[in-house]
């Protein structure tokens, strides 16, 4: 069975959450338009989604092997080469991924970097969109793409889980 990658990303074209929905066992996004209610299956959804990304970071290939390969301490010809060819290969590692799904932290934390997944009731992507306007600079810093080259001491790593609702805040 797959395992929806993009719930609680994902709305309809009258923005609206689609909720998932299993329907003979199979997950569904529930869109609603003008009323009705309609099931998608959220592999369809999902892989379209992933291949837009894909298709996004394949404009940037050569930027995001530079930037890996310094993380990684790889920067010679032949690790950026075995690089590139993992990052043009990214769909091969869909099936494992709709098996596994994302860990919920991964879900949240694209629901807090503002990934909004637009879906008409056939399920076609109408829209993809990231609401921050910027990229936070803690986030450039981590890839090298912006501020200072070392993170400060008291803070080796700049991403933060997102912090637990209070007793207040849970409804």
């Known amino acids: ?16 959450l689609c909720p998932v929905r299993y329907l003979d066992g199979e997950p569904h996004y529930e869109v ?10 959220t592999e369809t959804v999902d892989r379209r989604v992933l291949g837009l990304m894909r298709d996004q970071l394949l404009e940037h290939e050569d930027a995001i092997t530079d930037v890996l390969a310094r993380l990684l301490g790889q920067e010679d010809p032949f690790s950026r080469a075995a690089l590139r060819t993992q990052l043009r290969n990214f769909d091969r590692q869909w099936d494992a991924l ?10 949240q934390w694209l629901a807090q ?34 501020g200072p080259e070392e993170p400060p001491n008291d803070e080796p790593w700049p991403f933060r889980p997102p912090p637990s609702p209070g007793p207040d805040e849970m409804s």
């Not at 069975?1 to 609206?16: A, L, N, R, S």
């Not at 637009?118 to 912006?146: K, S």
């Open 98 to 107: 709709f098996e596994q799904g994302l860990p919920p932290l991964a879900k």
């Open 113 to 146: 970097a503002g990934l909004r997944v637009v879906i008409n009731f056939r399920g076609e992507v109408v829209e993809l969109l990231h609401e921050g306007e910027e990229m936070p600079e803690d986030f450039l810093r981590a890839f090298g793409l912006g």
């Open 32 to 41: 609603q338009d003008q009323g009705l209610r309609f099931y998608v299956p």
């Open 1 to 16: 069975m797959t395992k929806p990658i993009f719930d609680g990303v994902v709305y309809d074209e009258e923005g609206h």
